[in-house]
């Protein structure tokens, strides 16, 4: 199984996810989700093997979110599902499919679980954060062994 990025390549995150996996030597199939929409039944088997729930990948933020009225607690996973069907831009970003395993990669180095093997360091995010250092090892509070 190949790696693949459901991504928004305006989205900083899914951009610093994308050159990280790139960097392991992976050649990821990218999906640029806003272009191609999603349908209920991908929307549903992605959330389930992320362990999300519609609201938990609900983009609350450089979203119409609140202009639909979705940030309601009382809005249905429902609603916000159908929501999301008509307006992609409202779940969040990047969800990588790996092997290893379907997460929401926010921080971008969450994506680091999902590869079979670390890129070489020192691996730095658009914003200069290092993500790897020149050791090969993860650096930052988000960054685990």
């Known amino acids: 199984m190949s790696i693949v990025i459901h991504h928004n390549p305006d989205c900083g995150t899914s951009r ?6 790139e960097a392991s030597g992976e ?15 991908q929307l549903l088997a992605l959330f ?11 983009r609350t933020t450089k979203s ?7 940030l309601d607690p009382a809005v249905s996973d429902e609603t916000l599902l159908a929501a999301m069907l ?3 831009i409202l779940v969040n970003r990047p969800i990588v499919c790996s092997p290893k395993g379907v997460r ?3 921080p971008s180095e ?8 670390l890129p070489p360091g020192p691996l730095e995010k658009e914003d200069g954060k290092l993500v790897i250092g020149a050791n090969g090892n993860r650096v930052g509070k988000n960054c685990y062994p």
Request: hydrophobic letters at 45%; glycine letters at 4%; a negative charge.
């Open 16 to 21: 610093n996810v994308l050159a990280i996996i």
């Open 110 to 117: 969450a994506v680091l679980d999902l590869l079979e093997k």
């Open 48 to 58: 389930a093997a992320a362990d999300l729930t519609p609201r938990t990948a609900l």
């Open 86 to 88: 008509d307006h992609p």
């Open 64 to 70: 119409p979110a609140k202009e639909l009225g979705l």
């Open 104 to 106: 929401l990669c926010r």
């Open 27 to 41: 050649t990821p199939i990218v999906i640029e989700y806003l272009e191609t929409g999603w349908t209920r039944p």
